[in-house]
């Protein structure tokens, strides 16, 4: 058997409706992470369909809990010769509220709806359609060849949706089993949807709270107009200060000193461009000078995610006496978030608002990382790609939005290699849910290509000391 030929029945899982089977029985359990009714949904959806799965594979299961942690964790792992490479791959099972009754059509969240040319379900793109890919097509490959050629271990946890919490505490604790020579995993969308891409880590999510307290209870406009201040001014003047009309950051501790040449050259030949049905792109915005890859991928970005000040669904004539908002800063590698907080202080005193008060919205952040564009496993997964479709794919530095990737790259020390199996219009976190039919299928012939190339010669023969770019 050939290369082409594992190719070729991880085709046939999505022509015969195999993995259409696979997926409607997993999108079927409602694993709502942040719903403390499903938390016995988490736990089956690992016992009843991953560890089925990949014990038909050959791999050695169990389930994980770490004290830390609200939500079960599945490994597994099918060692085949200590000498040959080490894949540790991921997956997350838990999805966000199906939302129930919004959804077009009358369509329920946990039924896999095939139509317009898309899987619909919750979970269909956001991860159990991108980790049913990557299971089937490593099924495909041990097919075709007998064995893996390779050695695999597999981390699918439940709790992404909220936080990740315990993942890193259970990385930390069981490093010798988690130890690989590289990462995969599928999450996130495409740069667009008719583009195979490979993205190399994540951009960081800061979240600050923003406020001001000007006084006990709200008083007559018409008597106090004038007289007192109005705080839902006052923090609207104080967020200009921090990123301009056109958004630009103006706060330099939150963006980088430069872009490296080595991203820079990889987004050179990507294009940001919105696909139907998606919002228009407003090319003004953002830090000038930059292309608008770079401003998604390269920069960092502060935004204004709520803000209310009085009653904004039933307003009254009275001087609200509280104005709030949240912050968010989306931030890269080269950019500390140990001086977010210090640095916002110091530049709202600067300009006149000592009296915003400023407070980390949470304690648990994402971290941005990235792995070098010019990294050997890089060049190595994108060769891969481009031979299985004959076009070379979009190699991104990082992902614009956050994920957990850092406790693989800097607690696990493991170059991190993403292919994503979905595309930005996907409604991931929203109604309508979908994975476009396209997607998977190419997405099942990719990762056999690539899971079969793990099995020949010229896989790079070590990690190289830091992942990280300076």
């Not at 307290?213 to 406009?221: I, L």
């Not at 407003?282 to 401003?295: F, H, I, M, R, S």
């Not at 006496?321 to 005193?349: K, M, T, W, Y």
């Amino acid at each position: 058997m050939s290369r082409a030929d594992a190719i070729a029945r991880a085709a046939n899982l999505f022509d015969s409706g195999a993995f259409k089977a696979d997926l409607a029985r997993r999108v079927a359990i409602p694993t709502e992470s942040q719903n403390p009714e499903r938390a016995g949904e988490l736990k089956r959806y690992l016992e009843y369909e991953m560890t089925p799965a990949l014990q038909a594979q050959g791999f050695g299961c169990r389930i994980m809990m770490h004290a830390t942690a609200r939500s079960p964790f599945l490994y597994a792992e099918r060692i085949e010769d200590a000498k040959l490479p080490t894949v540790l791959c991921y997956g997350h099972g838990d999805v966000i509220p199906g939302l129930e009754g919004s959804w077009k059509e009358g369509r329920s969240p946990w039924q896999l709806v095939e139509a317009e040319g898309s899987y619909w379900g919750r979970g269909a793109a956001d991860n159990k359609g991108q980790h049913s890919i990557n299971i089937a097509a490593m099924g495909a490959v041990l097919a075709a060849r007998g064995r893996l050629g390779f050695n695999a271990k597999w981390l699918i946890e439940m709790g992404e949706e909220i936080g990740s919490d315990g993942l890193r505490e259970l990385c930390v604790e069981n490093r010798a089993l988690f130890a690989a020579d590289v990462f995969v995993g599928s999450d996130g969308p495409r740069l667009a949807a008719d583009r195979p891409t490979i993205f190399l880590g994540n951009r960081g999510s800061y979240l600050i709270d923003l406020w001001i307290d000007a006084r006990e209870g709200g008083h007559h406009s018409g008597n106090w107009g004038g007289l007192l201040s109005n705080p839902a001014i006052q923090l609207a003047h104080a967020i200009s200060t921090i990123v301009g009309p056109t958004g630009q950051v103006r706060v330099p501790e939150f963006v980088p000193d430069h872009i490296p040449d080595s991203v820079r050259h990889a987004l050179a030949d990507c294009v940001v461009r919105p696909g139907p049905g998606e919002p228009a792109i407003d090319p003004n915005w953002g830090e000038p000078g930059l292309t608008l890859a770079e401003k998604v991928y390269a920069w960092s970005t502060f935004e204004i995610l709520a803000m209310t000040a009085g009653n904004p669904d039933s307003p009254v004539n009275a001087i609200p006496p509280r104005a709030s908002a949240c912050g968010q800063i989306r931030f890269v590698v080269g950019v500390d978030p140990e001086n977010f907080l210090p640095a916002l202080r110091c530049h709202l005193d600067r300009h006149g608002f000592p009296m915003v008060q400023i407070a980390k919205a949470r304690d648990a952040i994402f971290q941005a990382t990235r792995l070098d564009p010019e990294h050997p496993w890089v060049r190595w997964a994108a060769t891969s790609l481009a031979k299985t479709v004959n076009r070379p794919p979009a190699i991104l530095p990082n992902l614009g939005g956050s994920l957990p990737n850092d406790v693989f790259s800097e607690v696990l020390g493991l170059p991190t290699i993403w292919v994503p199996h979905s595309y930005p219009g996907c409604s991931q976190h929203a109604p309508n849910e979908h994975l476009p039919l396209a997607i998977a299928r190419e997405g099942l012939q990719l990762m056999a290509g690539l899971y079969w190339d793990f099995g020949e010669p010229g896989v790079p023969s070590a990690p190289v000391a830091s992942h990280r770019d300076d």
